[in-house]
């Protein structure tokens, strides 16, 4: 297996496994999670929606930071 398609990767790695999101968030640091794509390029549509995951968690991770101090 030398090639894996970039839509296998994203469906069955990373849409389904969001700690290696979270691990590796850096990966995803170009995206803007406030622009949503036009939906013609499916890597793209994946790409933001793991930027929002991100966003999503970097809110509960700020406000458990607050929360503790």
Do not use: C
């Not at 036009?38 to 999503?56: C, E, H, R």
Request: aromatic share 14%; hydrophobic share 40%; proline share 4%.
């Amino acid at each position: 297996m030398t090639d894996l398609s970039s839509e296998w990767f994203y469906d069955s790695i990373l849409l389904k496994y969001p700690s290696v999101v979270f691990k590796y968030r850096s990966w995803f640091d170009h995206i803007n999670p406030d622009i949503i794509p036009d939906g013609n390029d499916l890597i793209q549509l994946k790409q933001w929606q793991i930027a929002l995951m991100i966003q999503a968690q970097i809110k509960v991770e700020k406000s458990t930071n607050e929360n503790l101090s």
